[in-house]
């Protein structure tokens, strides 16, 4: 009897075929799958880190901005020039910026702002650090106070006032144009519009170089009381903290914890060097703005510039050391003024009468130290017009 050998054909059954491409078919799948989360997450990735970078961006920008906006103008006449001092903000929800100023020159500021941001969970943190920096200059205004008292009006003095056009240090200020300087040229007592009126009541108290009493066509141009150079009266009164309203019982400086209380209206800074005064208003120049007549009744002194849109009267005993602008005309009544820097009078149709008059015990002394520092000392900051920004990394 004889067996027959068995041969399965090619079309048998393969028995674990099917296990090895459902096996492959899952690694296939695996790999996609692995692949997918990979790429979603570096998009989460490179999605946070473009939000860390944008935020810290924006941090540093808020930095520079702030501080131009912020600016107390304290460094205009504190710091040397070399100098640097740091400040810090934070902005909500986006990270902290550091800023370091330090002074160029006399006009010039230059600004580091270094902004961090951070975002994510505790261990899975992303910090960013972007640093920008800018070229800051002083926009000082260009006045031209070319005597103790300039006007586009009629003048008239009587009794003791004098108007001094020598250059004069004002008491006990240090730190001055030395004499002989070109800062320390005499001016003329009085600067007057060809067609004004100059009545002087006594020629011994209207002094100055070349002569006491000088005609000038500058003098009666309307631009001259408000156009400054880049400053002009509608920026200098948007500047200016309005003092509307105050007589001048209360007008002196006003220090609190060794600072200078800035907001408090009547703190005009600190002119005087005598014994009791306040060093820490010293370097403060307001501008101040009134809206209408002032008429100082009381007691009191200050400094920087004065604004007013009206006339301006002085009945009681007052120093001011700086720089005052009237759209109207200046009297001197009863009181004792002194003042140190000038005094500049449009001499506008606001009253019957519009003759500056000085009377009583006021002396107007012009000061080139004295106009500027108050011009230095109350300008703002703004950028340099040409390459003023730079993105540091």
């Known amino acids: 009897m004889m067996f027959g050998h068995q041969h399965r054909g090619p079309t048998g059954p393969r028995r674990g075929f099917a296990l090895m491409m459902a096996l492959g078919a899952l690694v296939i799948i695996a790999v996609l799958i692995a692949g997918s989360s990979y790429l979603g997450l570096q998009e989460s990735r490179l999605g946070q880190n473009q939000l860390v970078q944008s935020r810290a961006a924006a941090t540093a920008e808020y930095g520079l901005n702030k501080i131009q906006a912020d600016w107390d103008k304290t460094p205009n006449l504190q710091m040397v020039n070399g100098a640097s001092f740091d400040m810090s903000y934070t ?3 986006q990270g902290t910026a550091d800023v370091r100023i330090t002074r160029l020159n006399n006009e010039t500021f230059w600004l580091v702002s270094t902004g961090r941001a951070t975002i994510g969970s505790a261990g899975q943190q992303r910090t960013a650090v972007k640093r920008v920096g800018a070229v800051l200059r002083l926009r000082i205004p260009s006045i031209k106070a070319d005597a103790a008292f300039t006007t586009a009006g009629d003048v008239k ?8 056009g020598q250059n004069t240090v004002p008491p006990g ?8 300087s070109p800062d320390t040229l005499s001016k003329p007592g009085i600067v007057a519009s060809p067609d004004a009126t100059v009545s002087i009541g006594n020629a011994k108290h209207v002094t100055g170089a070349p002569t006491s009493v000088v005609r000038d066509t500058v003098a009666g141009k309307a631009e001259t009381y408000v156009q400054y150079g880049d400053e002009n009266w509608a920026a200098l009164v948007a500047q200016a903290t309005d003092i509307t309203g105050v007589s001048g019982n209360d007008i002196g400086p006003v220090a609190s914890g060794g600072y200078c209380d800035k907001s408090i209206k009547t703190n005009w800074g600190e002119p005087s060097r005598a014994s009791g005064y306040k060093a820490e208003c010293i370097n ?5 703005y009134t809206k209408g007549n002032l008429h100082l009744n009381g007691n009191g002194r200050g400094q920087g510039i004065l604004l007013v849109e009206g006339d301006f009267k002085v009945n009681g005993t007052f120093d001011f050391f700086g720089l005052i602008i009237v759209s109207g ?7 004792t003024a002194s003042i140190y820097g000038g005094i ?6 606001l009253t019957t009468d519009s003759t500056s008059s000085f009377s ?11 106009l500027e520092r108050a011009m230095r000392g109350s300008a703002q900051v703004t950028q340099a017009r040409e390459r003023a920004w730079a993105e540091l990394y």
């Open 91 to 93: 902005l909500t929800g």
């Open 157 to 164: 003095t009587q009794g003791s006032p004098k108007v001094i």
């Open 173 to 180: 200020w240090t730190g001055c144009a030395a004499n002989g």
């Open 284 to 288: 403060y120049f307001p501008i101040l």
């Open 329 to 335: 005309k200046v009297e001197a009544g009863n009181g």
């Open 344 to 349: 500049m009078a449009a001499s506008a149709s």
């Open 360 to 370: 009583g015990t006021v002396d107007i002394n012009y000061s080139q130290c004295g």
